[in-house]
């Protein structure tokens, strides 16, 4: 994917005003990922992860270590997103969410089952995640807004314009984060935009991902699975090893801006730590 898709200065005009000196195109969802996935229930993917993490030999544990550290380096220091360099990114201060929708929206908001993601992800990070109807105050926007909109996101003077073309008419989603760029690491302001137009089974897999994805590991990759981060399945509830890489992530034991070279063998010792308690 080519790098800054997504126009940093002219987006502020568009769906997300308030996201200046955009920094990070983080992740997406195509209608071709996600319509043929494999479905996968909440219940069935935690018996899959729990059958996973209950190894019965060493080797066994140290082949469910290696699998997870190799999926937390992927998803969070993979350059399939345009990153330039290989820092440890996730918030600092917690997130306040508003979601809204295009005025053209007839469903009904799933407000429910987002506040039930945002309570998952703060019980994983320690942050405290509220929701504002402020749209002017809120740090995280999400919005639901049919896909021909989507198209209104001019690409940056540098993307080709039919890749980019092809980028737009296949995402069911999108999401974006960035942070001050004196404190490298730390997000502090975010965007998701949910196809409106879209089997609503497909938002609600876009939907998770996309929340999961901002607070800092914006890859995909299928070193286990089922996992939410493996373009192949398509869930609607993280995995114990998907909510092993996000505790992992927010783990006091790392911090913002730490390199790849450094974290990972920090993030090796909190996956054995949290394999090892299950």
Known sequence: MA?????????SRTLFGFLLSLGVAFSTSTLSDTVHRNGVSASSAQQASVAMLRPTARADQNAA?????????DVVFGQEHGKIDQIIRRWQVAPTVAVFAAPSYKGKLPFAIIRGHLDSISQLTGLAINQTADLKTATLRLGYYPREDFAKLPAS??????????????SACL??????TDQPGDLDRGAILIGADIDEAVQNHCLLEELVQIMGLPNDAC?????LFCE???VY??????????????????????????????????????????
């Open 65 to 73: 270590i290696d699998a997870l550290v190799n999926q937390f380096d």
């Open 232 to 234: 192949a399945d398509y």
């Open 223 to 227: 070193h286990y699975r089922p996992s």
């Open 175 to 180: 999401g974006l984060a960035a942070g001050a």
């Open 3 to 11: 790098r800054t898709l997504i126009s940093r200065t002219l987006i």
């Open 157 to 170: 003077p540098d993307a080709d314009p039919e890749h980019y073309a092809r980028f737009i008419q296949n």
């Open 237 to 278: 509830a993280l995995t114990h090893e998907d909510r092993i890489l996000l505790k992992t992530l927010y783990d006091s034991r790392l911090s913002n801006g730490m390199q790849r070279a450094e974290a990972l063998p920090i993030a090796r010792s909190i996956i054995a730590d949290l394999i090892l308690d299950h």
